[in-house]
């Protein structure tokens, strides 16, 4: 029907423009390419005409004297049942399936998944007696959790199948997955809507079978050593877990002992059992403060004693060692910590003693083992880990043979132990699992991750570059282009991805499905902005409150160096980002919409001011710490100065594809659902803008990983579309 309108269109236009008469029909065939030309044009511009269009319904807030006036707050239904809303998301869900239609996102999937391999298994770790691994099932979306005890010869116990609980279920997610210190329970949590609301589970692994289910809202799990008693946490009505119980086995629920809560709005608490075993610790943290209780887990019907009160704008965090306690902390300036030592029974702070000191180039976290720390130190966006010998004072770091690379700890359970697991990747490797043995010093590979159908890093060029901001501050970017299709002339595809929030890094990382792009002449790079930690706690106080808008002409900083150095063109030059990196997309989009052809933004963040303005929120007093409190007028102008969703004008806009979750409780459907609707309302170009909302998923998008591949392949296909590059 819609060719026969756009043929009858074309026709219309065609006799206005004196091109033919009604009468002469005969001379149509003489003028045939004008027209199948005009139907083209008809219908490359006619994309937007059939996008959803939603409904105006003005809604005003004045606030510190601004007059703020919302035309789709109507889009806010926090029952999720509203069914002008729903209506309103499943035309934009039907608009971007028929988008997916035309494209190439069936054969980019297909590509996709012939380099995964479907059945998989991880490489085993050894916790007291029994090898513990999971495994995954070529057509199945979940991991099989298993064990098998003493060697592995042994015959394989499976401890949780995730495909069959999960099945007739649309989501499904795991949270806690605890074993107890003797081995026979496992405490596990799901979430089956996508809102990371969990319900905890106890299951008998001797007998196989579920003995209890303990509650919903339930996280942060830890077992005392009479495998009977667990702590945990739970959340108030916004989802900020405030409260910590102890259940023992056996016992009504709601007669568990609360032992802790946490009054202020800014704090999540949560528990963690020890490495040593020996001490359950109660941490209650802000963004900027943090204070730890702590008991013996060999007597947990003891109440939990405080280990230092807290002080404004000091955090520290504790682990156990036979000599006394470790604790990292940013006490006394020093925003990159340092780690003292106190005895067991010298918890106040006076007691504590400088035993790695603060250094301003090097930002540290710790980890205890009996014989051995591991400290991880990261310079100039690159990290790496330190062994200290506890015997012998030895230190040595891990060697590595990449200057772009990524590194994180593995499972390391065992406290008395001589090995450190641990993995690395980088752009052009994939990730490896490795283990340190820190008499011997010997690395040993344990499994490097597979490309399915062959690859070869050699054909693959990572660089770290700089670009220069305009307060002469140097971005890292990182970047990886295949040497085979790279031409450096401008002309290439890029695309640019960031984050620049929480002090959280952006490191670098192996991607299987990044391949589909490079091996097409894309290049890839990760632009590592203020806001996030790659360069030390100073990095970070830079990106964030009244700092915040230098995280986004950062971000145009790295894209402007990388056009003006050939890497790509405006035209060619793709951004994404999610979350906060969602606010990012959002708020260049707006700064610099000439500089960016396309632009993908994950549950993008881009409501900002109205968000921070409502308490109810999940985690909105807790942010006020990361990007101010817009009750106080001086953060709100400027939170309002940058707020993707305000400042929204009548201009030409970058091609946009917006992925949302419904049943997102971080970054709510709503917020990603209002942009698109005032970009589609005010934009003055014929570019193309998507909105698919995943019904069934939350904040980390589908669970399922086959769910996961569509994703990607729908983002591709929007690449390749829109930048206009050959699959």
């Avoid at 917020?671 to 069934?696: F, G, S």
């Amino acid at each position: 029907m819609l060719k026969i309108q756009k043929l009858f269109d074309a026709f219309i236009i065609l006799y206005f423009l004196n091109i033919i008469q009604i009468k002469e029909v005969k001379k149509l065939k003489k003028n045939i390419w004008v027209v199948i030309f005009i139907i083209t044009v008809l219908g490359c511009k006619n994309s937007e005409k059939e996008a959803p269009v939603a409904a105006i319904k003005p809604d005003t807030l004045r606030i510190h004297g601004v007059e703020l006036i919302d035309n789709y707050s109507w889009l806010r239904d926090d029952s999720r049942n509203n069914e002008e809303v729903l209506k309103y998301i499943e035309a934009e869900n039907q608009f971007t399936e028929s988008f997916k239609k035309k494209s190439l996102v069936n054969r980019i999937y297909d590509e996709l998944i012939s380099r995964i391999d479907e059945e998989d298994t991880s490489v085993p770790y050894r916790h007291d007696y029994y090898y513990y691994y999971s495994r995954q099932e070529k057509g199945k979306q979940y991991n099989i959790y298993c064990r098998k005890k003493g060697s592995l010869d042994a015959e394989e116990e499976i401890i949780l199948d995730m495909n069959k609980l999960s099945e007739g279920k649309k989501f499904f997610s795991l949270g806690t997955f605890e074993i107890s210190p003797n081995h026979r329970f496992l405490a596990y949590s799901i979430d089956e809507s996508g809102m990371e609301s969990y319900k905890l589970y106890i299951k008998d692994l001797f007998t196989n079978e579920i003995i209890e289910s303990v509650l919903e809202g339930v996280s942060g799990i830890s077992w005392a050593n009479d495998n009977a008693t667990i702590f945990y946490c739970r959340e108030d009505v916004s989802g900020r877990t405030d409260r910590v119980f102890r259940h023992k086995i056996g016992n009504d629920p709601q007669e568990d002992k609360l032992l802790f809560t946490e009054k202020d709005g800014a704090f999540y608490a949560w528990t963690n059992r020890s490495k040593s075993g020996k001490y359950i610790f109660i941490t209650t943290g802000s963004k900027t403060t943090s204070e730890t209780w702590y008991l013996s887990a060999d007597e947990p019907e003891k109440d939990p004693k405080l280990f230092a009160p807290r002080i404004q704008n000091e955090e520290y965090y504790v682990s156990h060692h036979p000599d006394g306690f470790y604790i990292e902390t940013n006490k006394d300036n020093s925003p990159n910590f340092k780690v003292m030592k106190t005895e067991i029974d010298k918890t106040d702070r006076k007691y504590w003693q400088e035993y790695i000191p603060h250094r301003e180039d090097v930002q540290i976290s710790l980890q205890v083992f009996k014989n051995f720390l591991v400290l991880s130190e990261e310079s100039k966006g690159i990290k790496n880990y330190k062994i200290i010998n506890l015997e012998n004072g030895e230190e040595n770091y891990l060697p590595q043979d990449e200057e772009v690379y990524s590194i994180w700890s593995g499972s390391n359970k065992n406290f008395d132990t001589e090995i450190f697991r641990f993995a690395t990747e980088s752009l052009i490797k994939p990730y490896a699992i490795k283990t340190y043995n820190v008499y011997s010093k010997e690395i040993k590979v344990l499994k490097q991750k597979k490309v399915i159908g062959g690859y070869n890093p050699n054909n693959y060029q990572s660089e770290r570059i700089y670009a220069t901001a305009d307060d002469g501050t140097k971005i890292p970017i990182s970047i990886v282009y295949n040497k085979n299709t790279f031409s450096k002339n401008g002309k290439d595809p890029l695309l640019l991805e960031a984050y620049g929030s929480y002090g959280d890094s952006f490191d670098p990382y192996f991607s299987t499905n990044r391949i589909t792009l490079l091996s097409r002449g894309f290049v890839y790079a990760i632009a590592h902005v203020r806001g996030g930690d790659e360069m030390g706690n100073y990095w970070y106080e830079q990106g964030k409150m009244m700092n915040k808008k230098n995280t986004f002409t950062d971000f145009i900083t790295c894209a402007e160096y990388l056009i003006i150095n050939d890497y790509t063109n405006s035209e060619k030059l793709a951004a994404e980002g999610g979350s906060a990196g969602g606010l990012l997309m959002g708020a260049i989009t707006n700064l610099r919409p000439d500089l960016f052809q396309s632009i993908i933004a994950d549950v993008p963040f881009v409501d900002i001011t109205n968000t921070m303005l409502d308490p109810n929120l999940s985690a909105v007093v807790s942010e006020y710490e990361e990007w101010g409190n817009p009750h106080i007028k001086e953060q709100f102008d400027y939170i309002l100065s940058y707020d993707p969703y305000q400042n929204v004008t009548a201009k030409d806009y970058p091609n946009i594809l917006v992925i949302a979750g419904f049943y997102d409780t971080r970054v709510n459907y709503w917020e990603p659902a209002k942009w698109v609707a005032k970009l589609r309302a005010n934009k003055t170009d014929d570019n193309l803008i998507l909105l698919y909302t995943n019904m069934n998923a939350g904040h980390s998008g589908a669970s399922g990983r086959y769910d996961y591949y569509q994703e990607v392949a729908l983002k591709y296909a929007f690449l390749f579309k829109t930048l206009k590059v050959m699959y």
